[in-house]
């Protein structure tokens, strides 16, 4: 074990633990109530993907944008990329087993739809192939980003960033076809007959908000602990606060852009995702989401003093990760569910198994490679950031 | 603060900041600072307090949203109800949008004209450098001779290890600071 593990070496096996436990709980769950434990696994492994993905994501904008202010912390996100292997192989699992929720023509009713194209766009098989290639793609660039940066370590050859430039160019673009078809499939599909347009980017801003709260917390944590002690600055998060006080009012935003036109035209089929959600029970959890996701951070950010607080910084990244899982919630429950919100033991079982396979999985991966990528040539600039 | 300024000056940042962080710690008034270019951790130095230009950003910004609103309010709901699509006159995501340009609006234009207000920069202003080489190489630090105990000679010495370029005495008046 290297010497930034040792700290953590309890923690992570609190975790393990706490991971085991909610497992076996949702497995009882799985027999009880098979549906609502779905959704559930379906919520968790979407949401540890797109913070696996959005690692993979903000180490490949900030080297295509010549980015030097993040070097110094690029660990923590490269630990996030390398999590996409275990959870990604986890979502496909779940996607396997829940194909009748994805049904093109559930109970029989072959006349929902003729168009030919989306007959052949939601054949169950074509369906599940995407998956497999979309899971797989992602893995292999995030891995390769993070094998080249790692290598990097011991050579300190320049050659290697602008390798990892080019790698990220690729990514970049892999990403963002495979990321808005992904989030359509998996989440979408789960009501094949509604359809919108702006689903992939509202995904994506959910993503991006998520994986900068997690970074914050895990680079507080870390700071706090020992391997990012005077590495990661109050600079440092300074600026990680202001890209998620951004990526909030971009959520609202998109989530807007997407209510508004449909509140606007008010054709059924469209206005079929909202009815349920809008009126009666779910009301109050959609506002409860849009408090959570763009309310509280958009206040609590605004001041910068805010954002170079430790505590401040730390509760608003939780409010925005429990926000995260609410808007997954609030996706996929009334549709699976019903039009009663139902919370209870196998919802916290999730957030659980949720927390505890995510915090195991990261301090383990953290841990493989030194915190800091010590020969990367930008390093200097990093360390001596002044926002 | 008296109309008599001590100019001093430096060839580099690191030598204005040291001198700066000096000064004020020794209660020093600072009545500004030039140099060529954005220095990173001067507005410290110098002590200065935190900008007031982010409040009035965000009070433009909610007048606009909060006055728009109103305003769209006004005309769809009471001086010209227009069915559309058979919404509420009242309805108000139809709002929003405008709403939100305004307030976006109404920030930018607030935050850039309240720093020209504040800084006194309008259109043809004459240029009034202190020194002709703070456009260029030198650093340039303006200390308010306040009080009795100014001692000139002590300042000098102090300033003297931080490798001072110049020192000079200049006066306040309407044309800028005079020799």
């Avoid at chain 1, 074509?126 to 979309?134: E, L, P, Q």
């Avoid at chain 1, 292999?140 to 990220?168: E, Y």
Wanted: charged residues 15%; proline residues 5%; hydrophobic residues 50%.
């Amino acid at each position: 074990m290297t010497p930034a593990s040792a700290p953590f070496s309890t923690l992570s096996r609190r975790l393990a633990l706490l991971a085991i436990v909610s497992a076996i709980t949702l497995a009882i769950g799985a027999a009880i109530s098979p549906v609502r434990t779905w959704s559930n696994l379906l919520i968790i492994n979407f949401y540890l993907v797109t913070l696996g993905l959005g690692g993979a994501l903000f180490i490949a904008l900030t080297y295509v944008c010549n980015a030097s202010w993040n070097v110094s912390f690029r660990r923590v996100p490269e630990a996030l990329a390398v999590l996409l292997a275990p959870v990604g192989l986890g979502l496909l699992a779940v996607l396997a087993l829940g194909r009748e929720h994805y049904d093109w023509h559930p109970h029989g009713t072959g006349d929902a739809g003729t168009f030919w194209f989306k007959e052949m766009w939601c054949n169950s098989t074509f369906w599940f192939g995407r998956a497999a290639v979309y899971v797989s793609l992602w893995i292999l660039l995030s891995r390769a980003l993070v094998t080249v940066s790692r290598r990097q370590d011991n050579t300190g050859t320049l050659g290697l960033t602008i390798a990892n430039k080019r790698l990220s160019a690729l990514f970049l673009f892999v990403y963002a076809v495979t990321f808005s078809l992904a989030s359509c499939d998996w989440l979408m599909l789960l009501e094949p007959l509604w359809f919108s347009t702006i689903w992939g980017v509202y995904n994506f801003a959910g993503m991006v908000q998520a994986v900068l709260a997690t970074m914050i917390v895990l680079a507080l944590v870390l700071r706090s602990r020992g391997p990012l002690r005077r590495i990661f600055t109050d600079d440092h998060l300074h600026d990680l606060g202001k890209l998620l006080l951004g990526f909030s009012c971009f959520w609202m935003y998109i989530w807007f852009s997407q209510y508004m036109l449909i509140w606007y035209t008010n054709i059924p089929e469209e206005a079929s995702y909202f009815i349920p959600r809008m009126q009666g029970a779910w009301g109050p959890i959609m506002v409860v989401n849009i408090v959570l996701n763009w309310i509280a951070p958009f206040l609590f950010l605004l001041p910068r003093p805010c954002k170079r607080s430790e505590s401040v910084m730390m509760k608003v990244a939780v409010i925005v990760l429990i926000g995260r899982w609410v808007d997954l919630y609030v996706m996929v429950f009334p549709t699976t569910m019903g039009d009663w919100p139902v919370f209870g033991l196998w919802e916290l079982a999730g957030g659980c198994l949720l927390i505890g396979t995510f915090g195991w999985l990261f301090f383990r991966s953290f841990a493989k490679a030194a915190p800091v990528p010590s020969a990367d040539p930008l390093l200097g600039e990093s360390l001596h950031y002044h926002c | 603060m008296s109309d008599r300024r001590l100019l001093a000056s430096f060839d580099c940042e690191e030598d204005l900041l040291a001198a700066t962080t000096l000064l004020n710690s020794k209660g020093y008034r600072i009545v500004d600072a030039f140099t060529p270019y954005a220095v990173h951790g001067l507005d410290h130095a110098m002590g200065l307090k935190p900008s007031r230009l982010t409040w009035v950003c965000f009070v433009c910004g909610m007048v606009g949203a909060l006055g728009m609103l109103w305003f769209e309010y006004w005309i769809g709901a009471i001086s010209w109800p227009i069915d559309v699509g058979g919404k509420p006159w009242n309805s108000l995501p139809s709002n929003v949008p405008v709403a939100f340009e305004t307030a976006v609006l109404l920030a930018g234009f607030g935050s850039v004209f309240a720093l020209l207000g504040v800084s006194r920069l309008y259109p043809g202003k004459k240029v009034q450098p202190v020194l002709e080489r703070v456009t260029d190489d030198r650093f340039v630090l303006v200390l308010d001779e306040a009080d009795a105990r100014f001692d000139m000679s002590q300042v000098e010495a102090m300033l003297k290890p931080f490798n001072l370029a110049a020192l000079e005495e200049r006066v306040v008046t309407t044309e800028g600071l005079q020799r």
